[in-house]
């Protein structure tokens, strides 16, 4: 059974930083592209970040570019998303999504979602 | 603003039909898969559709995707007040290097 668990959420002042952290099972990682996506609650999906098995391709959305930094073990079987000069409205649940084919940017496959708080 | 535009609801009687549509451009859905997505309140989104119009072992026939040039469009008949939730449409914007959402619908079963 394939399992995402994030961990390391929770609350961070304006220009902290944090790491969230995805621990996965029931997959070979290095076989998949894996994803960050955000929710704040009653609002939409945002894509945050990518990242090809071999960590050769990186992309980041707009906002977060130069900020967020998403890495991967695939050894340990985990995938990180450094967070540093977080602001307000990064505040969101984070969740770890893995990618079902490469190339075609679906999720099949999402944790259970971590919150991100980022105030004062 | 979203880069994929879909109504923010959309509603109708059980046993109907309903669709959701989701528009883009050339650089996102013109050129790229859609998928669709399943959220029930209070939880994790559930993928529906992938590959424009293929659907998940364990989605039943009565959800169907398609797409044309750059517009897309979730059909679910036979509804259910099960099916309420929100629904997003996503892809591939090669423009901006980036996976792009719409803004969600929700749908209501009378």
């Known amino acids: 059974e394939v399992q995402l668990v994030e961990s390391g959420g929770g609350l961070v002042q304006p220009g902290g930083s944090l790491r969230l952290s995805c621990a996965v099972s029931?997959?070979?990682?290095?076989?998949?592209?894996m994803h960050w996506v955000r929710q704040v609650p009653g609002a939409g999906l945002v894509w945050v970040a990518r990242?090809?098995?071999?960590?050769?391709?990186?992309n980041y959305a707009d906002s977060v570019k130069g900020r967020f930094t998403i890495a991967r073990d695939n050894a340990k079987n985990k995938v990180n998303l450094e967070m540093t000069s977080v602001r307000v409205e990064d505040t969101a649940i984070y969740y770890c999504?893995?990618?079902?084919?490469?190339?075609?940017?679906?999720?099949?496959?999402w944790g259970q979602g971590v919150p991100v708080t980022v105030s004062s | 603003q979203s880069v994929l535009t879909q109504p923010p609801s959309v509603s109708a009687a059980p046993g109907q039909k309903v669709t959701i549509s989701c528009t883009g451009g050339?650089?996102?859905?013109?050129?790229?898969?859609v998928s669709w997505y399943r959220q029930f309140p209070q939880t994790i989104p559930e993928l529906l559709i992938y590959?424009?119009?293929k659907r998940p072992s364990g989605i039943p026939d009565r959800f169907s995707g398609s797409k044309s040039g750059t517009s897309a469009a979730l059909a679910i008949t036979g509804l259910q007040t099960g099916d309420e939730a929100d629904y997003y449409c996503g892809t591939w914007d090669s423009g901006l290097r980036a996976v792009v959402f719409g803004g969600g619908t929700k749908l209501t079963v009378l």
């Open positions: 990242c090809s098995g071999d960590m050769t391709y990186i």
């Open positions: 050339s650089l996102n859905l013109g050129g790229n898969f």
């Open positions: 029931g997959f070979t990682l290095s076989d998949y592209w």
């Open positions: 999504v893995r990618e079902g084919k490469s190339g075609t940017d679906y999720f099949d496959s």
């Open positions: 590959e424009n119009n």
